[in-house]
Structure formats: C-alpha cells, structure tokens
C-alpha cells in the first residue's frame, strides 16, 4: 500500500515536498515514480528513484524536483522547487518491484492514491 501526501496550493516559485509512505512492501526491492495528472490530460511520468538510488527526470522538471527515499522509513520524498502554474495536478506515486527504472505506467504494480498541488498566485 502506497499513501501520498504533502500537497497544497502554492504561488508560482514556491516549494512543497512530497512524501509517499510504503506499507507491507520492502523499500529496498522497488523502485518508487512520481506521475502526475492534469485536469483533463493523461496521466505522465515525472520521476523515478532505482532500488539503487539512481534518479531520472522529466525534461520538464529537471533541475527544479528531487526525488529521494529513506530505506528505514519506507518512504520516498518528492521535493518541487520553484513551482510553476503548469506544475499543477495530482501527483501519484508507485512502486514497480525488480527495482529498475521505468516511465511506463503499466510496468508500476502499485500505486496511491493521489495528493492535489495547486500552483496559482
């Protein structure tokens, strides 16, 4: 079970971080993504953490989100900076088992429920 948590409404250039806590899955043998879904749009990959820390962007946030995980809590962290109107959807984590990376929903077996963040002056 995946919860995630830590959205809000934000002005343009502001921060939030994202939490996504596992339960019942080990940490350790999953890689864990960050999609997210605009009002009427599909549902896009953003980010990715690898079993072995290794990290993958999006073009569109490259440089401004940070996606990191704390094996000993079970959970992945999600750090927007310098947030954008555009940043605006839910944003949803999963977790895929093996631990390699991947953009493609279909290769996530679990996933949460999602957490609104709302960038808007």
């Known amino acids: 079970q995946l919860q995630a948590s830590g959205g809000g409404l934000v002005p343009p250039g502001d921060s939030l971080r994202l939490s996504c806590a596992l339960s019942?899955?080990?940490?350790?043998?999953?890689?864990i993504a960050w999609f997210r879904q605009a009002p009427g749009k599909e549902r896009d990959w953003v980010s990715c953490i690898t079993s072995a820390d290794t990290t993958y962007y999006a073009d569109s946030v490259k440089g401004r989100f940070t996606i990191s995980r704390v094996n000993a809590k079970n959970t992945v962290y999600l750090l927007m900076n310098n947030l954008k109107p555009e940043d605006t959807a839910d944003y949803f984590c999963a977790a895929r088992s093996g631990g390699s990376w991947s953009n493609a929903r279909y290769d996530y077996e679990y996933w949460g429920p999602g957490t609104q963040v709302t960038v808007s002056s």
């Open positions: 019942g899955v080990n940490l350790d043998y999953y890689a």
